[in-house]
């Protein structure tokens, strides 16, 4: 603590003239403490003529260099410009101070200015609750927004959904100048999310920072992930180095994530779920279990992608057999009507569809049989080479049922294919691609009865196995009449509520799991 006599010392000093600075360099002292005496009267001397009383220092203010500018700053204050694109404004008119002495005077100067922040909510407020017209609106924004973003900014705040007000109400209040932080606390949302709202508006504008609708095309409904999945699930796990029979959700994520398929397993299972097949049902209906299963399936891909003009190839199977009687469906029907199919009722015969589809024209050759054995396979070998007799080569593809493969139709393919058979009939070689075992989702033909039950035995009741056979031979007439007219569309159009394009594909899944 100071004595009475350096106190008045000090006092003396700058009563001479001397800065705080000098006397600090005189006595040693610190600027506070000169300060203190300086601030303090000496105990005793307050009637003493010969001492002075002490005169309380005051900073001499220096002339700030924004002076010049104030009236420029004040307006620019009110159109809420920032700092850094202030700064070079200045600069232009011959500014020559720093940065940081300009935002201290903005921020000196903003307070009186600067609406606070209850003003701020009960702004919003009133424009939430409809109590400001939009002219009123438009006079607060001045520039900041067209009259016609104001009226839909003020249609989304009055008639749409909470997303669409809490959107609309920021951008605003962004055009009034309130800063994120207030209308992020007035909406009771992050700062984050009012800042995403407001830089949406900058860079597309009013109209499309309202669009909530999804651009591109969700992962579930994309073809190429289904596609992708499905070339997979086909496949047996081994095949990926798991040592399992059957497919796991894990297992499947992860062989698709090594692929390059960044694909979550809720969009897996909703591909699954679409395309009519439950998981659980993987190791009977998706999954191949032939350990030859890429050997198969790469000498069908090649022969399909060489195939010359004088070649066909044909996927056949059966159809049945099935019951001629009343079957259940989808229907249209009125309110209040329940449509019933009894479970126990008398069938009216039932009957075999055995058919082979052309995939290089998309006709299809059948007929009606009684079982399912080689006989009838030999008998569809003399349909076909008779039917195609112009040309040079003709391919048979078709799962492995036991009849598919007997040694007695090999024996007759290998009679077929003699040259002085060929010569003497004029027949064309036949060739047999069969698919991999318990792989009926790769035979092109199943999609083609999927479609021709949905179209004809769904909801069906004849009153005779003929009926039915008349039914089914008429709709493959159509169809063969349709691709015939218009041949360039073969593959690409469904006719007949196809289960999926008519064409050989390994991610497709033809084989309907009801039928």
Request: proline share 4%.
């Amino acid at each position: 603590m100071l004595k009475d006599k350096d106190r008045r010392e000090i006092q003396l000093l700058h009563c001479a003239g001397n800065s705080i600075r000098r006397i600090k360099q005189i006595t040693g002292r610190d600027r506070r403490t000169i300060r203190k005496a300086l601030d303090a009267p000496l105990s005793g001397t307050e009637n003493n003529r010969d001492h002075p009383e002490p005169v309380k220092l005051r900073r001499r203010g220096r002339r700030s260099p924004l002076e010049p500018f104030k009236e420029l700053l004040l307006t620019r204050i009110k159109q809420r410009i920032c700092t850094k694109q202030l700064l070079p404004e200045l600069r232009s008119q011959g500014f020559e101070g720093s940065m940081r002495s300009l935002q201290r005077f903005l921020r000196a100067n903003r307070a009186n200015i600067v609406t606070t922040a209850e003003q701020m909510r009960e702004w919003m407020h009133l424009v939430l609750q409809g109590a400001k017209t939009k002219s009123q609106i438009k006079e607060d924004l001045g520039n900041a927004l067209a009259e016609v973003d104001v009226a839909l900014l003020l249609k989304c705040i009055r008639t749409k959904p909470l997303k669409l007000r809490n959107r609309a109400l920021a951008l605003l209040a962004h055009g009034k100048g309130i800063t994120p932080g207030h209308i992020a606390s007035f909406l009771c949302v992050t700062r984050q999310t009012t800042r995403r709202y407001i830089s949406e508006f900058k860079k597309v504008g009013v109209r499309y920072a309202l669009d909530l609708s999804r651009k591109e095309v969700k992962k579930a409904e994309d073809p190429n992930y289904a596609a992708a999945v499905f070339k997979t699930l086909h496949c047996p796990p081994s095949s990926f180095g798991f040592n399992r029979t059957t497919w796991r959700m894990d297992d499947l994520h992860a062989t698709l994530l090594s692929q390059g398929h960044k694909i979550s397993r809720a969009a897996i299972r909703k591909i699954i779920k679409t395309a009519g097949y439950r998981f659980r049902k993987a190791k009977k209906v998706l999954t191949s279990t032939d350990p030859d299963y890429r050997q198969k399936l790469q000498k069908i891909t090649s022969v399909l992608a060489n195939l010359k003009p004088d070649e066909k190839f044909f996927s056949i199977d059966e159809f049945g057999p099935f019951a001629v009687k009343l079957q259940g469906g989808r229907a249209l029907v009125k309110p209040g009507e329940q449509r019933t199919v009894p479970i126990r009722q008398k069938s009216k015969g039932s009957l075999i569809a055995t058919a082979a589809l052309e995939l290089s024209t998309n006709q299809i050759s059948h007929f009606f049989s009684e079982k399912k054995n080689t006989d009838e396979m030999i008998r569809m070998l003399e349909l076909l080479i008779k039917q195609y007799r112009d040309e040079k080569r003709i391919f048979f593809s078709w799962d492995a049922a036991s009849w598919h493969a007997s040694k007695r139709f090999y024996r007759h393919v290998g009679d077929v294919n003699e040259p002085e058979y060929r010569e003497k009939h004029g027949t064309p070689a036949v060739e047999l691609a069969p698919l991999p075992a318990c792989a009926q989702f790769l035979n092109v033909i199943e999609s083609v009865f999927s479609g021709m039950a949905r179209a004809i035995i769904h909801n069906s009741n004849y009153a005779s196995v003929e009926a039915a056979k008349t039914a089914i031979s008429r709709h493959f007439s159509e169809r063969n009449q349709h691709f015939k007219t218009y041949p360039h569309r073969a593959g690409n159009k469904i006719w007949g509520k196809e289960r999926v394009e008519p064409s050989f594909n390994e991610s497709n899944n033809c084989k309907d799991p009801r039928w």
